[in-house]
């Protein structure tokens, strides 16, 4: 009964913020930081006259807080790169509708310039070309 009350406890506390810098530094951080209790019992406790039950209950509520750091770590870094995977799929959708509107605009070009070259009006034509040439190479120079 005395456990179940920590525990209680331990499970209402909020965990400690990960340090700042993305959910890269999170993973880091979660990967790298050891557990705060320890296995072995403590020798401070064991003076103090705690029961080897009360300190195995304070190791597992300290564990418990542990785990749930890492769980509220992981839970935030999900969330990072839900949000990143969204912000890509954005941008891709936008960079299809692009190339879609850039491909219908060239097939219209072409459509225009093989109508213009069915005429056999020849003046039309080299003025058509001329102008083709200038746009591409204005077109060449300043991408």
């Given amino acids: 009964v005395h456990g179940g009350s920590r525990l209680m406890s331990a499970s209402r506390r909020r965990p400690p913020q990960p340090t700042t810098g993305g959910w890269r530094a999170q ?23 705690e029961s080897a039950q009360e300190m195995l209950t304070k190791q597992n509520d300290d564990q418990i807080l542990d785990l749930t750091r890492h769980v509220g770590a992981l839970k935030k870094m999900s969330s990072a790169i839900d949000e990143e995977i969204k912000l890509q799929n954005d941008l891709l959708t ?5 190339f879609d509107r850039a491909s219908g605009l060239l097939n219209n070009v072409m459509r225009r310039t093989s109508a213009l070259l069915r005429h056999n009006t020849s003046a039309h034509m080299w003025y058509f070309a001329l102008f083709f040439v200038v746009i591409l190479f204005i077109l060449w120079r300043f991408r």
């Avoid at 936008?94 to 692009?98: C, I, N, V, Y």
């Fill in 27 to 49: 993973r880091d951080d979660l990967l790298t930081t050891s557990s705060r209790s320890s296995v072995n019992i403590d020798l401070e406790s064991a003076m103090r006259g």
């Fill in 94 to 98: 936008k960079l299809e509708s692009g």
